[in-house]
T-cell receptor
Framework: RKEVEQDPGPFNVPEGATVAFNCTYS??????FFWYRQDCRKEPKLLMS???SGNEDGRFTAQLNRASQYISLLIRDSKLSDSATYLC???????????????FGTGTRLTIIP | EAGVAQSPRYKIIEKRQSVAFWCNPI?????LYWYQQILGQGPKLLIQ????????DSQLPKDRFSAERLKGVDSTLKIQPAKLEDSAVYLC??????????????FGNGTRLTVT
């Protein structure tokens, strides 16, 4: 089983719709979870961290389900500018205290259609 | 604040040739990462430095890849000799410390390597 698994998509969604992605992880000891956004031919950028209680940032909501070992990202009222690849990121082994190894999923490609 | 600087942006080489990439992290960031991103995949960690020491290089193909961060600031990644499967974008990232939960990674623009 891969450490971090995502549906690669592509998801083609009309503007204004709501879209959700899931991501599963294999290491039950993982403590930190993130969603990064990567535009075409650009570097990844942190979109949001995922907290145990769930968190919301404008149109974006992230949820964590530790029992089932998955995290989710919900985008409401999608905009054309939301078109990107969304990378699920989980901290894995901690070889040294204070140093966390981040594992990236393959990413889910989202295209918002006008 | 200035971002993570990488050079070159693009590099095309023939297989069996050597290549080197350079990265200058954000000032004051102790942790530096090199990731390899093959087309259609997520970034894969090659090596992580904390100051000038190696924290994790478990996924670095050490028979052909090497990296150093001698003064704990900028870093170079070298491939010698290159193979076709090394074609990828090489991303450098830095963070204030090695704990992404409170110190997010900042990525550079990357170096796109094509091996022919």
């Amino acid at each position: 089983r891969k450490e971090v698994e995502q549906d690669p998509g592509p998801f083609n969604v009309p503007e204004g719709a709501t879209v959700a992605f899931n991501c599963t992880y294999s290491n039950s000891a993982s403590q930190s979870f993130f969603w990064y956004r990567q535009d075409c031919r650009k570097e990844p950028k942190l979109l949001m961290s995922v907290y145990s209680s769930g968190n919301e940032d404008g149109r974006f909501t992230a949820q964590l389900n530790r029992a089932s070992q998955y995290i989710s990202l919900l985008i409401r009222d999608s905009k054309l500018s939301d078109s990107a690849t969304y990378l699920c990121v989980v901290n894995g082994e901690t070889p040294n205290f204070g140093n966390e190894k981040l594992t990236f999923g393959t990413g889910t490609r989202l295209t918002i259609i006008p | 604040e200035a971002g993570v600087a990488q050079s070159p942006r693009y590099k095309i080489i023939e297989k069996r040739q050597s290549v080197a990439f350079w990265c200058n992290p954000i000032s004051g960031h102790a942790t530096l990462y090199w990731y390899q991103q093959i087309l259609g995949q997520g970034p894969k960690l090659l090596i992580q430095f904390q100051n000038n020491g190696v924290v994790d290089d478990s996924q670095l193909p050490k028979d052909r890849f090497s990296a150093e961060r001698l003064k704990g600031v900028d870093s170079t990644l070298k491939i010698q000799p290159a193979k076709l499967e090394d074609s990828a974008v090489y991303l450098c990232a830095s963070s204030r410390n090695g704990a992404p939960s409170n110190s997010p990674l900042h990525f550079g623009n990357g170096t796109r390597l094509t091996v022919t």
